[in-house]
């Protein structure tokens, strides 16, 4: 009975934090899709210098993840470390407000960015500590799926609220915005935190014994890495689909149809990675991504271009949760939050040059070259995790 209750009241934390970053999400989301559109119609931004936006905005705030994953273990402050993080959402909205120029988006990006760096890692260790060990794969999915949920929310009011207001009303949306992220702040009165007391020690930084890390989330850690580095900001694939005659509305809708498909396929992606294991949905899902990026670079109708988010989505699904799940369960326990965080770093860092590169491949070559280098890049990660990563089976994995 007591192991039932157990389970129920983690069960209500993993849905709480769920719906913490639903909400955050919606108002995130609601300002996304606009980001790159208003950069190119109201500050003539070309696509390389949205792709160095965004790939500074999301590399500084990805070098903070392993440093609040790193503080949350550490000193066990889960909870403030993510309300303060997603604090940063409201300061976000208030500085595109304000924002005159390029350069104030980019400092906007990079404040939004940054509360992201901050939450990310002790969010996640939060929702593991929730989760019962046998289906870590399903709690991670219910959170994607609230997650991705309130980014297709926020997409879907972005959309209705463009059409409705007209192509200028880029900063009444961002004012909006500021709504569902103050629900977020306030739904956190009731997230639980587990603050078990641990063995109070000297330790050793963690960087100083990677050495004895698995070799599997090494390895993994670096497979992250490649993969990354062709897959550039999706201020791209927006680009792309008004590249081919979307307008910004339906470029907004095209993205919402991505969420909603990631949304209602994150249960179940997370319960079969549960059964199949991690590697296996993994694999499936950097081909997938092969799939959709070779898509867009030989994309020339409108129909092909929704069915491409649709695939994108369900990528999205199979993987976003596996990763996560992977691991919290393999990392050790007193480096959860850290290797969380780690993880997010490494891709952070390779997002830079990532978005950067194909911002000069768009220029340079033409709008293909960007996604035919993120499919092959994500036929290598593939190609490393099939045949040099070692899963052990899940009931080792739970020893």
């Known amino acids: 009975m007591e192991k039932k209750e157990v389970i129920v009241k983690g ?5 709480i934090l769920g719906l913490i970053s639903c909400f955050a999400d919606i108002s995130s989301e609601m300002v996304y899709p606009l980001i790159p559109l208003y950069l190119t119609t109201v500050f003539g931004a070309t696509p390389v210098l949205v792709g160095i936006i965004e790939g500074i905005a999301e590399s500084i705030a990805s070098l903070l993840k392993v440093f609040s994953g790193y503080i949350s273990d ?3 402050h889960k909870k403030a470390i993510a309300f303060s993080g997603y604090a940063t959402g409201l300061l976000y909205k208030i500085a595109l407000l304000f924002a005159g120029s390029w350069s104030g988006i980019l400092v906007a990006r990079v404040v939004d960015r940054f509360g992201k760096g901050i939450r990310t890692a002790p ?8 989760a019962d060990k046998k289906n870590m794969g399903k709690a991670f999915g219910i959170h994607k799926m609230l997650d991705m949920a309130g980014s297709a929310i926020g997409i879907l009011l972005a959309f209705l609220l463009m059409r409705k207001i007209g192509p200028n009303g880029y900063r009444t949306v961002f004012a909006i915005s500021m709504i569902p992220i103050l629900i977020a702040l306030f739904l956190f009165l009731f997230v639980r935190e587990n603050k078990t007391k641990r063995e109070v020690k000297e330790r050793e930084h963690f960087w100083n014994n990677l050495s004895k890390l698995d070799g599997n989330l090494k390895l993994y850690l670096m497979i992250t890495f490649v993969f990354t580095l062709g897959n550039s900001s999706n201020s791209f694939l927006l680009l792309r689909a008004t590249d081919i005659g979307f307008d910004s509305s339906h470029t907004i809708l095209l993205y919402f149809i991505y969420n909603l498909t990631a949304s209602i396929l994150a249960i ?9 294991g991690r590697k296996k949905l993994l694999v499936g899902g950097y081909l997938m991504f092969s799939l959709v990026y070779f898509s867009f670079a030989v994309c020339r109708s409108k129909e092909v271009m929704i069915l491409t988010f649709i695939i ?5 699904a199979m993987t976003a949760g596996a990763e996560r799940a992977f691991i919290a369960e393999i990392a050790p326990v007193q480096l959860k939050g850290t290797m969380l965080g780690l993880h997010s770093t490494l891709a952070g860092i390779a997002l830079l040059p990532a978005s950067v590169f194909a911002g000069f491949l768009w ?6 070259a960007p996604f035919v280098f993120g499919g092959m890049m994500s036929l290598l990660s593939a190609f490393i995790l099939m045949t040099r990563f070692q899963t052990p089976s899940i009931k080792e994995a739970l020893k």
């Open 123 to 130: 969010r996640d260790v939060m929702v593991s500590e929730s």
């Open 11 to 15: 069960t209500r934390n993993i849905v």
């Open 363 to 368: 220029d340079g070559i033409g709008v293909a």
């Open 312 to 316: 994108y989505g369900i990528y999205t």
């Open 74 to 76: 550490r000193f066990q």
């Open 268 to 276: 179940p992606c997370g319960r079969l990675s549960d059964k199949i």
